[in-house]
């Protein structure tokens, strides 16, 4: 079986969905059944390469959204047949979807659908998604969050595969397995150099729902009760929320203790994480919440929204707190960072929580259900 695996909507690995990407074709690897062929912009040639030696197909050279739109609308179907794929998944999401399916499609849902539809981050309307995501052969959703919110809008619940997403154990780990010097006040991160201590929120900045806003306002809120030196390092990237988090973060009575980054990559922010003194992370509606996980497995104690998939996919073992509520966020900052019980007691159980989180196991769970669904198409035949 020859099967696509569509690299559009993955914002060039610098998004959730590319790391997803990256993470999951770093361990699949055809075999006597499946073929695995990734197709998209000449631009992502060389962003998801891999040492599975895995083809990779461009489909123009121009990284335009309008004219990808339009290769969905109107070209995508002819590409497949030309190409002899019997089977396509797009790891994108429903952001590119053909208007129609006539292909068995698998597509891997990252996101809280009705929220992006909400707040215009999908082309498609909401009947039109529905429609075509009924008419996939399956849905992978992330969290049991997202099949819930998918369920919701309409999507056949029977269409649903629940298959977590993975970390780097590689690249993740506690401080105290690495071989470096740890007492240093500076962290020295490539082009940066990051007094301690710190706490971390990594997110980009796209919209209000991530809450950049309310964090800047509880972290001045507990500078002023505490009169605390800690720092607040804002760590993702450029997104239409910059301008408003960047101009909160300057107006700050704190602002020379608040350090916005800009992108970070993985090796980066594993190095960032292990150094800091917590994570706070006061994003809503999340559906996956992978940086939670890092920074768990990297041995810091996360505090956290109390909603969407956070407490599934963190098992429990964070502080939560209502991300409309600035006082509610700030008391948070002073639990993550000054109860020595409490964080002793998360740091260890979260390392262990988290080592159920892997890609290898996340490839696993869909070489399984390719398998499931081409068992039911053989029983058809």
Known sequence: MRVGISTFGCEHGKSGLGTYLYSVIQHLT???KYNFVLFGNETDRFTYFNDNHLEYISVNSLDNIILDRFFHKFSINKFYKKNNFDMVIYAGGPRFLPDSITLPSIVIVNEVVSASIKNNRIFLGEKKIKKLLNSCVAVIASSEYIKKDLVKIGVNSSLIKVIYSGINQAIFFPADLEHIENDSQIVNIKPFAIKKKYIVYGSKMQNNQKKHLELIKAFNSFKKRTGSSLRLVIAGAEGPYSDEVHKAAYISEYSSDIFITGYFSPENFSKLYRNAEACIFPAINEGVALPVLEAMASGIPVACSSSGALPEITGNLACYFDSSKVEDISAAIDKVVNDKDWREKVIKSGIEWTKNFTWEKT???????????????????
């Not at 769970?365 to 039911?376: V, Y």
């Open 30 to 32: 055809s075999n006597d």
């Open 363 to 381: 490839v696993e769970n869909i070489f399984k259900l390719l398998d499931e669904l081409n068992t039911e198409e053989e029983s058809l035949n």
